[in-house]
């Protein structure tokens, strides 16, 4: 007999059907009766005191029924204590363009829009500051006046001795890589409608990934107990990190709400969701590594700066991830790390898949094959000779459990025959390879420390059919489905017996949020749990009625029998009534997670609400053409391995390999944010354009298995790890096929014609 | 201190400011995108066979969109097994004027009502029978082919010895009472919203009281899983048991909706709601009772005919109990009891407040009077020398813990100031005495036998506010409330924080419905279960921190303290936080209640599904005027007195009794469903009356604690008990106020007055 049932199964999404047929209803296909439609007023200048702000002739205009500035909502807001600096609206000036001064709610959009326009708004400019090197240079105007230089964080680690290392190292390289901003572009624009019952309570429907922060900045800013607060998730399309904090127009949503008494819904246009961003920052990345002859990595200096826009948001997150994770895919004993995260007057940018780590790994993975190639070594063995133990502790005390590093690496080389091909190609055709990781999920919660991270509930109605209350945010990724195997698997009853109730917090537990690849890790955990609370009622309900001991009976394919004698059974609705006879009630149980002490890491050496209890890893291979004439480049195939501890649902991180790999390959190749005086030049999916079907490669998914000895089942993050290691294996495979590398991002066909051009001035050819 | 923070005070419902200032939401008030009104065609005939039926010139009618006969409805369902009778539209025929024969929706309710027009039904009219002792009679054309002379159900049941105890006795007395129909009148009209999801998954509104039994009801009429199927209890504008079983339109409504493939309500006018009925039924009691010198019941012979109209419902439940709790009021050793439910063709009879015991108390009280005069004994001493004893079994194997009669008795003659007034006041002014009790829910599920009877869940939130959720259905008598007062309570902190999730089956678990007054008694005590079981994990974090154990632990005003020692506390919400800590996750638990075997009492014995866990009691006191020349009937003032075991919310114990007083005088003095040939003559609020403000005499609700041993901090039932004892009260005191006994309700000026007249020709004056 198979160990699993349904664990490991290529399972469609249960969600599925529903999202194929049109059926699923997304924020913005929800009304309500006597609904409004809001739409918010947004700045046009980067950096402007609000001097005066006049609504007469918008309130004026029919059917407008209410409206709010700053001063209804300025109650400041944010992620963490020290990111409490955004506001619903702004109060005394503006610090992007594109931020709310004024919110309107009409009955029909169109009014609304047209409301906008009669809003008469007197600023004052204010010179703003949009490079990050700049901004941290400017002596006047902060952008908040509470962060002078306007440095929002800044690390300065040291773990180990990077000046010994550096003595010890044969080859020493220093190279600045640098990356521009880019955005999340989910399918589904942000929305959120409000609404307020008679008795005070607000009901929120919002297209987020982090119901609970949202439920508790509404509370903070509404001045409401939470349990006045419920907030649902509707289908989402989409998040990528674009949606994993409280967003002003959900604020602005539920406060028009409250002082219209009606229900009020705002869906942002796609230029607004350029304008919310959260995107991964502009970074300068200064990176200096030393390796010995023998290929051992001695000491590594790094110095980030982020260009993070106008808030706070996940920066101090991300600003930390970029040197705390160092460590943590190779054994690297010496790290300084000095990292500064600044505002600029741009929009907010905050936590982007894989945020933290992708432009960093860029830098490190393109810098490890200078250096290979300057001791003449192969790539892949460079790699190979500074791999981490699993079960060991880095130099920052991050806990290292299952590592499947060298199998990941194995099976891409494998695979692309690697050996064949490295260096071996014509002119113009190259081959890479990059590693890269993640964590499973944060430690610590990001927005109040006491709260708990992930608790299921389990009700088992009279006729045997399971629900599963969980507070997980479905952001298309799979994690009702990865639920529901989990129960199904523990219980031994069919996937159809499922029942997921999500992210609805009225009525779910709690969990944080879809953010951080912590849902597998953390929620799987706490479903797991909840079915083995199950499990063991039925069980004891069953001992009895077999008269043998819970420990010899085995619950599978919708039987309850005995390990030893298969033949006497009791069906699982046979058992279900047993125990409900047994308990007096409905049956249920409940399972939490929260990382284990030993996982969340030192405080002070860097870790911080960072690290989490698993770390995930992958290897990439990328073949290119590189067309010497135009500098365009095409990728030709990526074979990309990820240790996803163990695959719960293959086909669904096969999913998110493929997913992470094609927009690893659009910050690659061709996605930017492009600005001008803090303008975007291309907010909009035709302009700013992500990789479609058609412009996609070959993906070869290969999952590789460690079996985490603490994720569900052996399961750890799939989600997020697989985005950056595609970035750096195109620029070395670039540089295999016409010798340039390129050390800045996007890697666009100007930049490789320039470098070809300069590489054949310098070479005289 | 104290002994409670919250439990008996006196507290405005939850609900109750949604309700009064118009916000609350009712079935009716819902609306869903693309909702079509679905309108029912009912039967002109009270007993015909179905010829032909044809739709088509109805579904040619512009706004039309669906239709269904009995063929797409054809399942039967019902209460109970045996009660498996009806079907969601009449199939081959139809049984009283008002059944259902075809459902339409359309675009608006006016095309739905103007389509019923255009459905052409060919009927072949059959013999009626409307009187049950005529339909027993009846040698052909029973109204179920499978229930031979129209017999419903028939009871025949012997305790003790009553030859025995008919020869011991004194005194016999044989009298026939006769009851009119009475009708709920609930004021919200019955209505459901039935939408389902592109997953096929079915969600329907209901004003129901038992949405676990319609849940399961339409996954048998339908043939879906009960997971499929989410039943949501909104707003209920009364019950009183005409909601408290699973109706046609509920069942059609569902039905059109899955057919068209939109959202379809169906609102009931008040017409509709007077034929759908299930009220209480025509009854003839023959009642012989023999009773000693020395004023002691020797022996009780009864026999019920209950006329129930065309369907079962829950007529075999009724028909039981009036036998069933003949025992349970008085110490009565020897009955007989014969019992027939008989059908009709009327609409069907089923639950009305009180059932079973109502019309048989007015016989027994009204008889005991009399016997109580012929033996020259006061009416008030009679009932003195019939006590049971608290913690004993009656004849018939009920249990009964509690016993607050006699204090009962005590308090209505003293607030009365009995021995002044009884027999001494001037013609015309009467006082009377009667009692009553009833069951705090009955012992097994209706419609299920494995069902479980009540759990309820708690979560604390990470800001320490409370939800709890439970499967009860909020009808107006307080249980939201309740429960609320009970969690608060046992972890001693405000109501303020309590949130109550009620009656949504996807998201509550199981509680059989607000019938039978079992919600304080069952969902209290889960309610209670659950919090201990919050309240333990609590203590148990708390005891860690202050180094002391759990049972030196207090929960109260918000703190956790030590015992002898207060000023060392944590605050509740600390405590959360400690407990979320210690758990890992969200703080919650669980509790569930179920009857002890115990308490179900002999089911051989006539008990059944029947006998509760605890029984109240109730006595009360009558002050009358009578006109002597019209008749007429004036109640002063109502004395009642009410033994609920521990009044949990006084204010809505007396709210309780104040309304039971007021429905069980609208019985007495008034109201009656007319009939001629099946045709209900008076069916609207206007031609129905019931009593209104202006109607109410002074009522003095009186609270009698007996504090029950195994009910939620002593409570047992308060909404149905003091119902039946008015109406004996008042007949008793007519009795007092002009000597005429009435034995027939309800007591119309016609019938006093042809009393008077006759007792005058009698008496010859």
Not at 125 to 134: C, M, S, T, W, Y
Not at 248 to 253: R, T, V
Not at 370 to 394: F, K, Y
Request: with cysteine; charged share 20%; proline share 6%.
């Amino acid at each position: 007999m198979a160990e699993f049932s349904i664990i490991g199964k290529r399972i469609s999404m249960v969600d599925g059907p529903a999202k194929v047929t049109g059926g699923a209803k997304y924020t913005d296909d929800l009304t309500l009766p006597g609904m409004l439609h809001g739409k918010i007023l947004r700045s046009p200048h980067p950096h402007a005191r609000l001097v005066r702000l006049d609504t007469s002739r918008a309130a004026a205009l029919p059917g407008v029924i209410g409206m709010i500035t700053g001063a209804d909502v300025s109650r400041p807001y944010g992620i963490l204590p020290v990111g409490h600096d955004e506001t619903g609206l702004a109060v005394d000036k503006v610090r992007s363009i594109g931020e709310g001064v004024a919110a309107i709610d009409a009955v029909s959009a169109e009014i609304a829009e047209e409301a906008l326009e009669l809003i008469d708004v007197e600023y004052e400019v204010l010179p703003a500051a949009f490079d990050p090197e700049q901004a941290m240079r400017r002596q006047t105007d902060w952008i908040h006046e509470d962060k002078p230089y306007n440095i929002e964080k800044e690390y300065h680690h040291h773990f180990g001795d990077v000046e010994a290392g550096f003595r010890e190292a044969d080859v020493v390289r220093e190279d600045r890589f640098t990356a521009e901003p880019v955005t999340h572009a989910a399918m589904e624009p942000h929305g959120t409608l409000a609404s307020y019952e008679p008795s005070g309570k607000l009901t929120v429907w919002s297209s987020t990934q982090t119901p609970y922060y949202l439920q508790l900045t509404l509370a903070r800013v509404l001045d409401l107990p939470t349990s006045q607060i419920r907030v649902i998730v509707p289908f989402v399309g989409g998040g990528f990190g674009g949606k994993d904090e409280p967003l002003p127009h959900e604020i602005c949503a539920a406060a028009l709400a409250g002082k219209v008494g009606r229900p009020v819904k705002i869906t942002c246009s796609r230029e607004e969701v350029f304008y919310l961003h959260r995107g991964r920052p502009h970074q300068i990345i200064d990176l200096k590594t030393g390796i010995t002859r023998a290929g051992r990595i001695a000491a590594v200096e790094c110095r980030v700066i982020q260009g993070g826009g106008a808030f706070c948001s996940y920066g101090v997150v991300t600003i930390l991830y970029a040197g705390a994770l160092l460590a943590a895919l190779y054994d690297i004993r010496n790290i300084k790390y000095d990292g500064y995260r600044v505002l600029t007057n741009k929009p907010p940018c905050g936590a982007m898949r894989g945020h933290g780590t992708v432009n960093v790994r860029f830098a490190f993975e393109s810098q490890l094959d200078m250096l290979a190639e300057a001791i003449g070594t192969d790539p892949v063995e460079i790699r190979q000779r500074n791999l981490l133990t699993p079960h060991s502790r880095t130099v920052n005390d991050l806990r290292v459990t299952s590592y499947g590093y060298p199998e990941c690496i194995r099976q891409v080389i494998e695979h692309s025959r690697w050996s064949k091909k490295r260096g071996k190609l014509p002119f113009g055709e190259g081959i890479g390879i990059a590693g890269s990781h993640y964590v499973s999920g944060a430690a610590n919660s990001i927005i109040r420390s006491d709260m708990p991270h992930s608790t299921v509930l389990i009700k088992v109605d009279h006729d045997a059919n399971v629900t599963i209350f969980t507070g997980t945010a479905e952001i298309g990724q799979g994690c009702d489905t990865m639920q529901a195997q989990v129960v199904a698997e523990e219980l031994g009853v069919g996937l159809e017996q499922m029942h997921v109730v999500a992210a609805d917090s009225d009525v779910t537990p709690v969990d944080l949020g879809s953010y951080s690849s912590r849902v597998t890790f953390m929620a799987g955990n706490a479903a797991l749990q909840a079915a083995r609370e199950v499990k063991r009622q039925l069980l004891s309900a069953v001992s009895e009625q077999l008269g043998v001991a819970s420990t010899d009976l085995v619950a599978r394919a919708g039987k309850i029998f005995i390990r030893n004698d298969p033949s006497r059974a009791v069906s699982f609705a046979q058992a279900v009534s047993a125990a409900q006879e047994m308990m007096g009630g409905t049956l249920m149980g409940t399972g939490s997670y929260a990382p284990s002490p030993q996982a969340r890491g030192g405080k002070f050496k860097g870790a911080g609400v960072g690290p989490g209890p698993a770390y995930s890893y992958s290897a990439q291979v990328a073949e290119v053409t590189v067309d010497p004439g135009t500098g365009r480049v095409t990728v030709d195939r990526v074979i990309a391995a990820h240790d996803c501890g163990r695959a719960l649902n293959p086909l669904t991180v096969e999913g998110q390999i493929e997913g992470s790999v094609s927009m690893g390959l659009g910050q690659a190749l061709s996605e930017q944010v492009l600005y001008a005086d803090g303008y975007i030049l291309n907010p909009g999916l035709l302009e700013y354009k992500t990789p479609g079907m058609l412009d996609s490669p070959e993906i070869v998914p290969i999952i590789v298995e460690s079996v985490d000895p603490e994720g569900p089942f052996g399961a750890k993050e799939a989600g997020e790890g697989s985005l950056a290691a595609v970035i750096p294996a195109v620029a070395n495979a670039i540089y295999d096929a016409v010798g340039v590398r390129i050390t800045s991002l996007p890697i666009t066909p100007e930049k490789v014609l320039k470098a070809l051009q300069t590489k054949r001035v310098g070479s005289g050819r």
